[in-house]
T-cell receptor
Framework: KAGVTQTPRYLIKTRGQQVTLSCSPI?????VSWYQQTPGQGLQFLFE???????NKGNFPGRFSGRQFSNSRSEMNVSTLELGDSALYLC?????????????FGPGTRLTVL | TQLLEQSPQFLSIQEGENLTVYCNSS?????LQWYRQEPGEGPVLLVT?????EVKKLKRLTFQFGDARKDSSLHITAAQPGDTGLYLC???????????FGQGTTLQVKP
């Protein structure tokens, strides 16, 4: 079974631009979660999607948004990029996303904002 | 806001030594997970503990969940260079269902 894939792996943008990151979950998984990882703040939860609906949301500004498609693939968008948005963005998929359900992480997209 | 504090943040030891990593919170979690992350990759789940006082072993790694389900520890016996990586604890919030991560412990095991 193929793992979680994220594209692109690396991205360089400038302040004010917008960016879209993509995540393909493991086949059959319906829950996709997004995290931001930085050296200073660690891993922080952005949002979770299940069956095309946002089920949970972290404490990030409205510039961060996401969506999930009928095939469970997910995208996240960051508008009006700031220097502080430079981070590793990780996507994780699981069967149902609840309780002790195992999350499988992708390799991440490294975003650098100049 | 629920927080998980991990300690130590960095650990550099010689091959064969033992070590313990701690994960503490003032909040109760319905479950707690430990992950290991290597450079250029996403975190990989090592274990999930659910019951207060639960102890799980994975070869040379021993995981314990505190009786009150507010803290956890990871003990590695006879560390090997292959254990090098970033260790993360993550608690599942009883209220929101969100997974909250600790800051991580960077472990370096020198041969």
């Amino acid at each position: 079974k193929a793992g979680v894939t994220q594209t692109p792996r690396y991205l360089i943008k400038t302040r004010g631009q917008q960016v879209t990151l993509s995540c393909s979950p493991i086949s059959g998984h319906r829950s996709v979660s997004w995290y931001q990882q930085t050296p200073g703040q660690g891993l922080q939860f952005l949002f979770e999607y299940f069956s095309e609906t946002q089920r949970n949301k972290g404490n990030f500004p409205g510039r961060f948004s996401g969506r999930q498609f009928s095939n469970s693939r997910s995208e996240m968008n960051v508008s009006t990029l700031e220097l502080g948005d430079s981070a590793l963005y990780l996507c994780a998929s699981s069967g149902s996303g609840g309780g002790t359900d195992t999350q499988y992480f992708g390799p991440g997209t490294r975003l650098t904002v100049l | 806001t629920q927080l998980l504090e991990q300690s130590p943040q960095f650990l550099s030891i010689q091959e064969g030594e033992n070590l313990t990593v701690y994960c503490n919170s003032s909040s109760v979690f319905s479950s707690l997970q430990w992950y290991r992350q290597e450079p250029g990759e996403g975190p990989v789940l090592l274990v999930t503990v659910v019951t207060g006082g639960e102890v799980k072993k994975l070869k040379r790694l021993t995981f314990q969940f505190g009786d009150a389900r507010k803290d956890s520890s990871l003990h590695i016996t006879a560390a090997q260079p292959g254990d090098t990586g970033l260790y993360l604890c993550a608690g599942r919030s009883s209220n929101t269902g969100k997974l909250i991560f600790g800051q991580g412990t960077t472990l370096q095991v020198k041969p």
